[in-house]
């Protein structure tokens, strides 16, 4: 292999082999471009497998449900067998309380010789994962069921199955894109970057110097104006990433300006790290909030302000913003309702490979990891759905059975504005400024019938709340840009982007019933 791989006609028989209709006759390939593609020096093989594969292909997509012996077989084809089915045999072999089983799979017509599947298997109660390189039968041994409920689980509902689609090396290639994200590097900023490029269309074009406006006055700031944030690197980056990703955000923060009876400035913020590292909602002046975005925050992140009109300006009750957010200082960020802004409809709001499949298995992981993370995260939100109370997950994916309808439907319920938690009402960054306008007086005779728990950060910056009349934005605003934005620039190298910004009227039920698939983000009329 040594000798032939300083032949440069050996990748380009890859490229050729790829194409060659090997399969028309039934003939199977005895190897794979991408199978042997690590074999390559590594300056070749990996350009090429990140042009094949991206971070999304570390998610795994839900085939189906295996079930007991008797009900239908599950059929489908996989990523490199074409062939596939599965059933699930209960028994008891252990001598147990409940028993155990045995899940088969399956494999035959195989795409090469040396290609492979991975797949990962989860009821309520578990997670386990397996690859299959061989066409034949294999099992997977369930010695026991946790307990009685994962059993009649398992006798109605099967097991999940989901398939890493990109197969072993496609998942490796896919997490070398994943892990990136999140690292406070050049390196994780580009990764950022390119993933909003690739997936969301954005554009990331460079601005003129200097990146930081000069604020030595900031008298044209004034209160109920929204500060929209968007971070591209470290763990905030990365975690913004996907969020604006699965919502159609271009940012992923927000805080709000408010003016005290003596003039001086503040931001409110939901999500500020308070010295025992916890996400809280805070009051700090403005100078310490500017000060720390722009020596201490290391997420590179890139602010714009948004004048509310002077209108709604006019509006504003400062003294009521001023009494919900003094409630309101000290309590934890909205974890609660964070993903519940996102997901409004059973199958519109999950890019490919997302599903209410994969939400449910994801969230049984963390159950399982993190427990306590898992019910500050979902399970009292699940359960404010269900009307029920201290129902752990596993308990809730088996109540939604009971009651005859999916684990989708029960995401897609909308959140409350008055549902309190254990830990009192949960407002993530963007509610708790919307929230502050319901008090301000800005949402009107609609504030009763609008749930701003159901926004997300590009919900809020649509809003028609905003100056619409750029010779009224203040003299510094881009003032250093050849390009002249709707909005206030402050901080950031390159230019925000916030489509749809200002555009929206009000109207009853906003937001609950919207999909935001990537990259066009169609939004129906009144959803």
């Given at each position: 292999?040594?000798?032939?791989?300083?032949n440069?006609?050996?990748?380009?028989?890859?490229?050729?082999?790829?194409?060659?209709?090997?399969?028309?006759?039934?003939?199977?390939?005895?190897?794979?471009?991408?199978?042997?593609?690590?074999?390559?020096?590594?300056?070749?093989?990996?350009?090429?497998?990140?042009?094949?594969?991206?971070?999304?292909?570390?998610?795994?997509?839900?085939?189906?449900?295996?079930?007991?012996?008797?009900?239908?077989?599950?059929?489908?084809?996989?990523?490199?067998?074409?062939?596939?089915?599965?059933?699930?045999?209960?028994?008891?072999?252990?001598?147990?309380?409940?028993?155990?089983?045995?899940?088969?799979?399956?494999?035959?017509?195989?795409?090469?010789?040396?290609?492979?599947d991975?797949?990962?298997?989860?009821?309520?109660?578990?997670v386990?994962?397996?690859?299959?390189v061989?066409?034949?039968e294999?099992?997977?041994?369930?010695?026991?069921w946790?307990?009685?409920?994962?059993?009649?689980?398992?006798?109605?509902?099967?097991?999940?199955i989901?398939?890493?689609?990109?197969?072993?090396?496609?998942?490796?290639?896919?997490?070398?894109?994943?892990?990136?994200?999140?690292?406070?590097?050049?390196?994780?900023?580009?990764?950022?970057?390119?993933?909003?490029?690739?997936?969301?269309?954005?554009?990331?074009?460079?601005?003129?110097?200097?990146?930081?406006?000069?604020?030595?006055?900031?008298?044209?700031?004034?209160?109920?104006?929204?500060?929209?944030?968007?971070?591209?690197?470290?763990?905030?980056?990365?975690?913004?990433?996907?969020?604006?990703?699965?919502?159609?955000?271009?940012?992923?923060?927000?805080?709000?300006?408010?003016?005290?009876?003596?003039?001086?400035?503040?931001?409110?913020e939901?999500?500020?790290?308070?010295?025992?590292?916890?996400?809280?909602?805070?009051?700090?002046?403005?100078?310490?909030?500017?000060e720390?975005?722009?020596?201490?925050?290391?997420?590179?992140?890139?602010?714009?302000?948004?004048p509310?009109?002077?209108?709604?300006?006019?509006?504003?009750?400062?003294?009521?913003?001023?009494?919900?957010?003094?409630?309101?200082?000290?309590?934890?960020?909205?974890f609660?309702?964070?993903?519940?802004?996102?997901?409004?409809?059973?199958?519109?709001n999950?890019?490919?490979?997302?599903?209410?499949?994969?939400?449910?298995?994801?969230?049984?992981?963390?159950?399982?990891?993190?427990?306590?993370?898992?019910?500050?995260?979902?399970?009292?939100?699940?359960?404010?759905?269900?009307?029920?109370?201290?129902?752990?997950?596993?308990?809730?994916?088996?109540?939604?059975?009971?009651?005859?309808?999916?684990?989708?439907?029960?995401?897609?319920?909308?959140?409350?504005?008055?549902?309190?938690?254990?830990?009192?009402?949960?407002?993530?960054c963007?509610?708790?400024?919307?929230?502050?306008?319901?008090?301000?007086?800005?949402?009107?005779?609609?504030?009763?019938?609008?749930?701003?728990?159901?926004?997300?950060?590009?919900?809020?910056?649509?809003?028609?709340?905003?100056?619409?009349?750029?010779?009224?934005?203040?003299?510094w605003?881009?003032?250093?840009?050849?390009?002249?934005?709707?909005?206030?620039?402050?901080?950031?190298?390159?230019?925000?982007?916030?489509?749809?910004?200002?555009?929206?009227?009000?109207?009853?039920?906003?937001?609950?019933?919207?999909?935001?698939?990537?990259?066009?983000?169609?939004?129906?009329?009144?959803?």
């Open positions: 292999m040594a000798v032939i791989l300083k440069h006609s050996f990748i380009t028989f890859l490229f050729l082999f790829q194409f060659l209709p090997w399969q028309i006759h039934g003939f199977k390939t005895p190897f794979h471009p991408k199978d042997v593609l690590p074999l390559l020096p590594r300056q070749v093989s990996w350009p090429i497998l990140n042009s094949l594969y991206s971070a999304v292909d570390i998610m795994p997509t839900f085939v189906g449900v295996a079930s007991i012996e008797g009900n239908k077989t599950l059929e489908w084809k996989g990523a490199c067998f074409f062939k596939n089915i599965a059933w699930l045999e209960l028994h008891n072999k252990s001598n147990s309380q409940f028993g155990g089983g045995t899940l088969h799979i399956k494999v035959s017509n195989a795409h090469s010789w040396t290609c492979m991975l797949y990962v298997f989860a009821t309520p109660y578990r386990t994962w397996d690859y299959y061989l066409s034949r294999h099992t997977l041994e369930i010695k026991e946790e307990s009685q409920a994962e059993l009649e689980y398992v006798k109605h509902k099967g097991i999940s989901f398939l890493m689609q990109a197969g072993m090396l496609g998942t490796l290639s896919a997490l070398w894109d994943v892990l990136p994200l999140f690292t406070n590097t050049g390196w994780g900023e580009n990764s950022n970057i390119g993933f909003l490029k690739k997936h969301m269309g954005s554009s990331f074009e460079k601005r003129p110097q200097p990146w930081v406006t000069n604020l030595t006055n900031t008298d044209d700031i004034h209160s109920g104006d929204f500060l929209a944030i968007s971070k591209i690197r470290g763990r905030w980056g990365g975690f913004e990433t996907l969020e604006k990703w699965v919502s159609g955000a271009y940012a992923g923060h927000s805080a709000v300006c408010l003016r005290d009876s003596e003039g001086k400035l503040w931001v409110g939901s999500g500020n790290e308070n010295d025992k590292g916890e996400d809280v909602i805070a009051l700090l002046p403005w100078e310490e909030w500017w720390f975005e722009l020596t201490k925050d290391d997420s590179n992140p890139h602010i714009a302000l948004l509310l009109h002077p209108d709604l300006r006019a509006k504003f009750n400062e003294t009521a913003a001023w009494e919900y957010a003094k409630s309101m200082t000290g309590m934890p960020y909205g609660h309702n964070l993903i519940f802004s996102w997901i409004d409809t059973i199958d519109g999950y890019p490919s490979p997302l599903d209410a499949n994969l939400v449910a298995s994801v969230m049984t992981v963390w159950n399982q990891l993190q427990p306590a993370y898992a019910a500050n995260m979902w399970n009292e939100a699940l359960n404010k759905r269900l009307g029920t109370k201290n129902l752990s997950l596993p308990d809730v994916l088996v109540e939604v059975e009971k009651r005859g309808f999916s684990f989708a439907k029960l995401l897609a319920i909308p959140e409350q504005d008055d549902w309190v938690y254990s830990d009192g009402k949960s407002t993530s963007v509610a708790f400024i919307l929230e502050m306008y319901k008090e301000a007086g800005l949402f009107g005779e609609l504030a009763s019938s609008i749930q701003v728990t159901e926004f997300t950060i590009k919900d809020a910056y649509s809003l028609k709340f905003f100056e619409n009349n750029s010779s009224r934005l203040p003299k605003c881009n003032a250093d840009d050849n390009v002249k934005l709707p909005f206030c620039q402050i901080r950031g190298k390159y230019r925000m982007e916030l489509p749809g910004y200002n555009s929206m009227d009000l109207y009853p039920h906003m937001n609950e019933r919207c999909p935001s698939m990537p990259p066009k983000y169609y939004r129906p009329k009144s959803c």
